[in-house]
């Protein structure tokens, strides 16, 4: 039979052409590089960015075209008592402006019947003084659609940063979970041992029911502790999804641990605050929006000028109808001249001035401030990470005592010296102590994930070994 075979071919024709689910994507055995690669294809928020980007590139090569091209017919029936006329007009018009405050336009009609005669028309016009340069209509709009490219390339490097960093952070997250998972079972197994101990020790009259009660509690509260970290394990999953753009429902195996690092790669505060200064994208962003500013304000200053404008014109038809003929160029009307007026009444221009200066101002004192923000947040990450350096090395001092203790009271509870308690405690201790190490060590991966993204580091480079 054909027929299976051809729903087979359909089946997958439509899902090569309809957008699949995210998780179709996602491999069964994820690294941090697999999951920071398919969010960088996906993301939602990032998609939007470049959504954003894309569109002032349109802006800019709208702004780049310099011509325009209309064509078009008019047919009319005139009537009036005693006397109708069906008359047509075939025209085109081509249309030029530069960045320079030059316009120029071009009006061919080759064919008028009727009523309607053919024609030809051309004008151009320099500006000399008001709205010349870039300070023409053309000019400015290329200038603002430049800067406008501009920002909208730096806010797309923000989101992919935000993108990157958020994909981190959501993975390790998912991996330390896991991890503690595997310490909430082993502390599991180790309460079961220890209660099923004293269960035997019990039977064999060398301990008292209380002793096996607290074993058996732990092993309830042990268990407990397993089935919550287990729901936390899956929450971080889903989260990692989520930042991800997708695949809420997968469960791929992540196969990075947390990387281990390098302090000799941390540089000094004053390093770092001065690469985010150099480097930040927010500060371009910024001085985009202040040479913006700068040039509505030079725009405003210039329509307070008198306007000085070279002129010369072209207007020839026929005076009967059918095709225009050369004839046209020979009785046209030519015209050519200087154009000059003054503006009497310059309120709206004055306002308009002062308004752009105010805002200039506040946009120079507003980076002023981002600068002290930017200095801050570095200041901020970088103190995060001496933190959890501090962290890790009091946590590593942390296991050798917990280990220690936990000997010294297995030690006393075979030479019946010690109590049950002691050994509880010990064995809590340890276990709190491996998740807080598990913990410690991760936060100190993202702290330093967060002092990169504060020095305006390019978080897609960094490899993800």
């Known amino acids: 039979m054909r027929y299976p075979r051809m729903i087979a071919i359909l089946a997958t024709v439509i899902a090569c052409t309809v957008p699949g689910r995210a998780e179709n994507i996602i491999p069964a055995k994820l690294s941090v590089a697999d999951a920071v690669g398919i969010a960088l294809g996906m993301n939602a928020d990032l998609k939007q960015a470049e959504e954003g980007k894309l569109a002032s590139l349109s802006q800019l090569r709208i702004a780049g075209y310099n011509t325009s091209l209309n064509f078009g017919t008019t047919t009319g029936l005139a009537r009036a008592p005693g006397n109708s006329d069906l008359s047509t007009l075939v025209s085109s018009q081509l249309s030029y402006e530069n960045p320079f405050g030059t316009q120029a336009s071009l009006d061919i009609s080759p064919l008028g019947l009727g009523s309607k005669y053919g024609g030809l028309g051309v004008s151009v016009r320099q500006a000399l003084s008001k709205g010349s340069g870039i300070l023409s209509n053309k000019g400015f709009a290329l200038k603002s659609a430049q800067s406008g490219v501009t920002v909208q390339t730096k806010q797309l490097f923000l989101s992919r940063q935000a993108t990157v960093q958020g994909v981190i952070e959501a993975y390790h997250q998912a991996v ?223 296991k050798t005592t917990a280990v220690e203790n936990l000997r010294i009271a297995n030690r006393m509870m075979e030479e019946g010296e010690g109590s049950s308690r002691d050994t509880l405690d010990a064995q809590q201790a340890l276990t709190e102590v491996d998740s807080s190490l598990l913990s410690g060590n991760t936060d100190l991966y993202l702290a330093t994930i967060e002092l990169k993204r504060a020095m305006g580091e390019d978080l897609t480079q960094m490899g993800f070994k």
């Open 176 to 398: 330390l979970a896991r991890e503690e998972v595997k310490v909430r079972e082993q502390a599991v197994k180790f309460a079961e041992e220890a209660a099923d101990g004293w269960r035997k020790r019990e039977k064999e009259g060398m301990a008292a029911g209380i002793e096996v009660s607290r074993f058996e509690i732990q092993v309830l509260q042990t268990k407990n502790s397993l089935n919550s970290q287990q729901r936390t394990a899956r929450n971080a999953m889903d989260r990692l999804m989520i930042a991800i753009g997708g695949g809420i429902g997968e469960v791929p195996e992540l196969v990075d641990s947390v990387p281990q690092v390098d302090d000799a790669a941390i540089p000094t505060l004053a390093d770092a605050v001065k690469t985010a200064l150099a480097n930040r994208a927010e500060l371009t962003i910024n001085d985009e929006r202040l040479a913006e500013q700068e040039r509505e304000l030079a725009r405003a200053k210039d329509n307070l000028r008198p306007q000085l404008d070279l002129v010369a014109g072209f207007n020839g038809s026929r005076d009967s109808e059918g095709f225009l003929s050369r004839s046209v160029l020979n009785e046209g009307l030519l015209t050519t001249g200087l154009e000059y007026s003054i503006p009497l009444d310059r309120r709206i221009n004055q306002e308009n001035r002062d308004t752009a200066t105010r805002q200039l101002e506040v946009l120079r004192n507003l980076r002023l401030f981002q600068m002290d923000q930017i200095t801050e947040q570095v200041r901020t990450a970088y103190r995060g990470v001496e933190s959890a350096r501090a962290s890790m090395l009091i946590l590593a001092q942390n």
